[in-house]
């Protein structure tokens, strides 16, 4: 058997087992990963129709117009027409039907066999919510089904089968593709590799003959094999070595000072992008300390770009990553300009923490500031994103300050100078809290205990994020106040102390005041909304103002 056959036979099955265990492994994941979102977010949308029709409800028991057919009328053509915003695609449709099975709410015309109204209203009435696969004129469709005992109605937010399921086909075909133009790369790499590895002996009298031109004895004949011609190469060098032992010596030394200087100026220039400049002096005059790991008490500030999914899909990739590049740029110049550091991108979200490896004289303060500048900078980096006919950007920014693991974490061949633990995690549902309070900005009371002497912070709620029991007070800040703003938030303080105390009315009167003032106040509005849900349910007795976030 020739070296090249044996070759062959050794080295294929190395790289085609992993290659393909990588790719199989990929596409399951993909396929599982996409299959849990999108019957979560059917779920989402059906819990959040649930919740519409509940509150159109509530408004009429309230107003004792239960019992009116008209107003019942327009309480449904109402979720008619919440059904229809919830619609994002063509091919989506939200069902609901009577025990009948007759439909009685459609976000598009529909025409149903007798037998798919007699299977709807079996549906009907075992009333069992959750995942469901049903026939519509004559399709297969699969989604999320819930009761609404108010108007005695059994609704589905439902997708078609094979539009449910098509990016999870889709994924498997181009995973096909892909394995088999890896597996035809793999084995041309092979055979073009192994016909190099076949000719030892070319490279061999090529060595020879250039010494004997030159008269270099430092020339090596590369030792391929440990076969006859690998034995025949090392007898050589050995032969010429100890002739050229001082000679090369000298050389490596000279090689080995030129190199480290060069790397040192590469390392030096590299992170620089990473870390400020003032950081990697303190480095360089005390190398005992660089990225060792401790606890420490530092400010983490996560940044994200809400609805980007969205944005970018009507956007080219080239325009995406050209709009993405000039935004990172602008945010990364101001959290470094405050002293702090990127830890990573996350898609279109940053993650930034202030006070490592070197701390500051106030972290939070230089992170809230930061923030308040990044939120400044974006109308700027608006303004270009019109200027080119592209979308705006908005962001949401959480922060948070405690002690934290920071340091080089990784393996050998891979590390990253980062920080780990709790309080990174309530920095990042912070960040996702934004949206519902429609706030650029929240900090915690941790982050608010250090700024406070410098600004101004505005208390929104007691909140239990998920993942966590205890509940953490959350709050918005100002670089400064207009009068305006000063007199809501003194408003908002009183109100939200007669809340904690459960004087619900009191509250109540006081935030109708603020919106009065403030009508875009959206915090007023919140906490407006819950003091008059407690005023006829009040919360249990063990309640101390917080609000469960079962959300990220």
Same mark, same amino acid.
């Given at each position: 058997?020739?070296? #090249?056959?044996?070759?062959?036979?050794?080295?294929?099955?190395?790289?085609?087992?992993?290659?393909?265990?990588?790719? &199989?492994?990929?596409?399951?994941?993909?396929?599982?990963?996409?299959?849990?979102?999108?019957?979560? =977010?059917?779920?989402?949308?059906?819990?959040?129709?649930?919740?519409? %029709?509940? *509150?159109?409800?509530?408004?009429?028991?309230?107003?004792? &117009?239960?019992?009116?057919?008209?107003?019942?009328?327009?309480?449904? #053509?109402?979720?008619? *027409?919440? /059904?229809?915003?919830?619609?994002?695609?063509?091919?989506?449709?939200?069902?609901?039907? @009577?025990?009948?099975?007759?439909?009685?709410?459609?976000?598009?015309?529909? @025409?149903?066999?007798?037998?798919?109204?007699?299977?709807?209203?079996?549906?009907?009435?075992?009333?069992?919510?959750?995942? $469901?696969?049903?026939?519509?004129?004559? &399709?297969?469709?699969?989604?999320?089904?819930?009761?609404?005992?108010?108007?005695?109605?059994?609704?589905?937010?439902?997708?078609?089968?094979?539009?449910?399921?098509?990016?999870?086909?889709?994924?498997? $075909?181009?995973?096909?593709?892909?394995?088999?133009?890896?597996?035809?790369?793999?084995?041309?790499?092979?055979?073009?590799?192994?016909?190099?590895?076949?000719?030892?002996?070319?490279?061999?009298?090529?060595?020879?003959?250039?010494?004997?031109?030159?008269?270099?004895?430092?020339?090596?004949?590369?030792?391929?094999?440990? @076969?006859?011609?690998?034995?025949?190469?090392?007898?050589?060098?050995? +032969?010429?070595?100890?002739?050229?032992?001082?000679?090369?010596?000298?050389?490596?030394?000279?090689?080995?000072?030129?190199?480290? #200087?060069?790397?040192?100026?590469?390392?030096?220039?590299?992170?620089?992008?990473?870390?400020?400049?003032?950081?990697?002096?303190?480095?360089?005059?005390?190398?005992?300390? %660089?990225?060792?790991?401790?606890?420490?008490?530092?400010?983490?500030?996560?940044?994200?770009?809400?609805?980007?999914?969205?944005?970018?899909?009507?956007?080219?990739?080239?325009?995406?990553?050209?709009?993405? *590049?000039?935004?990172?740029?602008? +945010?990364?110049?101001?959290? %470094?300009?405050?002293?702090?550091?990127?830890?990573?991108?996350?898609?279109?979200?940053?993650?930034?923490?202030?006070?490592?490896?070197?701390?500051?004289?106030?972290?939070?303060?230089?992170?809230?500031?930061?923030?308040?500048?990044?939120?400044?900078?974006?109308?700027?980096?608006?303004?270009?994103?019109?200027?080119?006919?592209?979308?705006?950007?908005?962001?949401?920014?959480?922060?948070?300050?405690?002690?934290?693991?920071?340091?080089?974490?990784?393996?050998?061949?891979? %590390?990253?100078?980062?920080?780990?633990?709790?309080?990174?995690?309530?920095?990042?549902?912070?960040?996702?809290?934004?949206?519902?309070?429609?706030?650029?900005?929240?900090?915690?009371?941790?982050?608010?205990?250090?700024?406070?002497?410098?600004? /101004?912070? #505005?208390?929104?709620?007691?909140?239990?994020?998920?993942?966590?029991?205890?509940?953490?007070?959350?709050?918005?800040?100002?670089? /400064?106040?207009?009068?305006? @703003?000063?007199?809501?938030?003194?408003?908002?303080?009183?109100?939200?102390?007669?809340?904690?105390?459960?004087?619900?009315?009191?509250?109540?009167?006081?935030?109708?005041?603020?919106?009065?003032?403030?009508?875009?106040?959206?915090?007023?509005?919140? =906490?407006?909304?819950?003091?008059?849900?407690?005023?006829?349910?009040?919360?249990?007795?063990?309640?101390?103002?917080?609000?469960?976030?079962? =959300?990220?």
């Amino acid at each position: 058997m020739t070296i #090249r056959t044996k070759t062959i036979l050794i080295v294929l099955p190395l790289i085609l087992t992993p290659l393909i265990l990588t790719v &199989l492994v990929a596409s399951l994941s993909a396929r599982n990963g996409i299959t849990i979102i999108a019957t979560d =977010f059917l779920g989402f949308k059906a819990e959040t129709f649930s919740a519409y %029709m509940n *509150n159109q409800w509530s408004l009429l028991e309230e107003n004792g &117009l239960s019992e009116d057919e008209e107003y019942l009328e327009v309480a449904k #053509r109402s979720s008619q *027409n919440h /059904a229809k915003s919830l619609i994002q695609r063509e091919s989506e449709l939200i069902l609901a039907v @009577d025990p009948r099975g007759e439909p009685q709410l459609t976000t598009r015309p529909l @025409d149903l066999t007798d037998d798919e109204k007699r299977r709807l209203a079996e549906i009907h009435a075992a009333g069992v919510p959750g995942w $469901q696969r049903i026939e519509i004129e004559g &399709l297969t469709h699969v989604g999320h089904g819930l009761a609404f005992e108010p108007f005695d109605w059994y609704f589905w937010v439902l997708e078609p089968e094979e539009v449910f399921y098509g990016a999870i086909t889709e994924i498997f $075909q181009r995973t096909a593709v892909i394995l088999t133009a890896a597996l035809l790369l793999a084995v041309i790499m092979l055979i073009i590799f192994t016909s190099v590895l076949t000719r030892p002996i070319k490279g061999m009298v090529a060595v020879i003959r250039e010494i004997i031109t030159t008269g270099d004895l430092g020339k090596k004949v590369t030792l391929r094999y440990r @076969d006859e011609t690998g034995e025949l190469g090392h007898y050589f060098n050995l +032969m010429t070595g100890e002739l050229d032992k001082a000679y090369n010596q000298i050389k490596k030394y000279a090689f080995e000072a030129v190199m480290a #200087r060069n790397n040192e100026k590469k390392v030096r220039k590299i992170f620089q992008r990473y870390v400020p400049s003032n950081v990697i002096e303190q480095f360089e005059a005390h190398p005992e300390t %660089m990225l060792k790991g401790d606890n420490r008490e530092l400010a983490v500030l996560f940044s994200d770009i809400r609805s980007f999914t969205t944005i970018s899909e009507n956007m080219h990739p080239e325009t995406i990553v050209e709009s993405l *590049n000039k935004y990172f740029e602008t +945010m990364v110049d101001i959290i %470094m300009n405050e002293g702090g550091i990127v830890d990573k991108y996350i898609g279109d979200a940053i993650m930034a923490f202030f006070g490592a490896p070197v701390k500051g004289e106030n972290d939070p303060l230089q992170a809230v500031l930061a923030a308040l500048n990044m939120i400044s900078a974006l109308r700027e980096f608006n303004r270009w994103q019109q200027d080119h006919g592209l979308p705006p950007f908005d962001i949401g920014i959480g922060i948070n300050y405690g002690e934290v693991t920071v340091g080089n974490i990784g393996s050998e061949r891979k %590390m990253d100078y980062t920080v780990i633990g709790d309080m990174v995690n309530l920095a990042s549902r912070l960040e996702g809290l934004t949206k519902y309070y429609h706030e650029k900005l929240i900090v915690s009371e941790s982050v608010k205990k250090q700024i406070e002497d410098h600004i /101004a912070c #505005r208390l929104l709620d007691r909140v239990a994020v998920k993942g966590k029991a205890r509940a953490v007070k959350i709050y918005t800040v100002r670089e /400064a106040l207009s009068e305006k @703003d000063s007199i809501v938030w003194a408003h908002h303080s009183w109100a939200m102390e007669m809340y904690l105390k459960r004087s619900f009315k009191e509250a109540a009167a006081r935030y109708e005041e603020i919106l009065t003032i403030s009508p875009g106040d959206s915090t007023a509005k919140i =906490f407006l909304k819950r003091c008059r849900e407690f005023e006829s349910a009040p919360p249990p007795e063990n309640w101390q103002g917080e609000t469960i976030m079962d =959300f990220k």
